[in-house]
């Protein structure tokens, strides 16, 4: 989490650290800052607790000049979200400032050294320590700047991309990166860095994205340079990006997550776009290709992933053994990397990721592949450090998601799980060419259903009125919509705040069924498949307890309208293609809730887009 940005060259840095800080705003929000080298003289620093509109109006007034300069938004985790603690940090004799993302996890120790050779610590932060252990080198080994910072990152342990600015240096940015993202961008004799691309796109295509334990000096004169830390040239491999500056606008909508989710339809599509045809009855993932053999005949598919995205994971548990008959285990990342998995050689590790950047799935997946696994990955971030790392992988092309709270990320994985799912069936033989054909079909058809189910949005909105002041939720599905009802369960509880479960429809007579009452709102999944009586059967054991029933249910069902309070109807389709249909209504209702409750839905409290610590 936590994002920063750097600007060198001929502009005034100021209004471009402030917008691209505010695209980086989605990595963290709990302060902002920046540092303005002025005349090459005058370093001024101004940072602030809350949004980066907040540093802007306390900034109003003072001075901004300056033409090269750093920036910092933050999630805060060492020390609270306050003035102090906001990026940058100073050295101790004020002369460099230094931004940082990541976490510096030997800091006590190495502060407490530099407390006893006489250094004073103004803040909580992880970062001071590193900016006056830098200059604690510099001075004891009359070393440059670039020494000194690569002296000290070989005594560091932990993640960074640290950008640095030194008075003493006043024509040089220097930055460095492990673990935590850096791109560099290249423009006409100016140069600009940031934790993505998202801040660089309007200025210019071409980027170099840093790789761990390299740092990147750019001097206004001779440009850019970047070395190892065990100081080895590196010659820079510029990328040409793809992404539209359109793309990360709100276009005319009152909050990133509702344009996000009316994209879907468009997303899904880019999806599978040149991926499947129906008509000529072929399905093919690029990135996976050359893996195709090894996921047929592996032993199990291990899926890693966090949050919405490890949802997407056990929909895709479904869809594998279903359809290809591969056993199929997902794990929490997190928890995976700490306790001794087995990993074997014939395993294949998939990793689902939008940021292509949560550190738990990266770790997880740099553990994995050292044991000898196949790694691929399910990304959104085109260039991301878990696209770089795997063998191989697909791009869910879902394009930038800005909110939060995943949406059309989810969808796009679940579209290419299912795809992955009926490619290794395929060449396993265990789907049947009928009904291979009928999925592709399917698909084909999806981005047409979803839009005309966004057609129903304000039918959505009314519903979510009635359950604006609830204090909790149950999220009920079974099989494949299982992970639909914990998906819509995190996204009310992350918008809306309020407290929500999501639990298999059967599960509830174990437990969860003693919270019903008349005040609980229970959301279920109800759609026309194998399951669809017992769903019926669990919905009359809520209705019993008086519970309040709000069913998805397949267009055209008439059982569940007579016991339910709401039912929203999705349009028919494949079983498989279900939970990406079911999925939709229950985004629309955290939204119109969480906006009803005036929360602030694309940034919610206590959450980062991009989850880079552990
Ligand atoms: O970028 P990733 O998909 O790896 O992120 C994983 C989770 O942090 C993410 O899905 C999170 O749960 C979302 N805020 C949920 O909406």
Redesign the pocket.
Known sequence: MCGIVGYIGNKKAYPVLIKGLSRLEYRGYDSAGVALLENGTDLNVYKRQGKVQDLVAFVEGKSTAGTLGIGHTRWATHGLPNDINAHPHASGDGRMVLVHNGIIENYDVLKKELIKRGHTFKSETDTEVLVHLIEEIKSKYKVDLVEALRMALNEVHGAYAIVIVSKDEPNKLIAAKKSSPLVVGLGDDEYYLASDATPIIEYTKNVVYLEDEQIAIIDRKDGLRIISIHNKEVSPEITELSMQLEELERGGYDHFMLKEIHEQPRAIHDSFRGRLNAKEGWITLGGLKQYEDQIANANRIIII????????GLVGEYYIEDLARIPVEVEY?SEFRYRNPIIRKDDVVI????????AD?LAALKMSKDMGATILGI???VGSS?SRITHGGSYTHAGPEI?????K??TT?VTLLAMLAMMIAKKRNTISPRRFQALLDEMEALPKKIEKLLLSADRIKEIATEYKDAHNALYLGRGSSFPIAL?GA??LK??SYIHAEGYPAAEMKHGPIALIDENMPVFVIATKGPNYEKVVSNIQEVKARKGRIIAIVTEGDTAVKDVAEYVIEIPEADEILVPILATIPFQLISYYIAVMRGCNVDQ?RN?????TVE
């Open positions: 992933a966090c949050g919405t995205s490890w949802h997407a990342a990793a689902i990721s939008q940021s292509g950047e949560t799935t990304v959104n971030v878990i909110g939060v709270a995943s949406t990320a989810f994985q998906e995190l996204k992350e918008i919610p959450l980062a887009k991009s989850v």
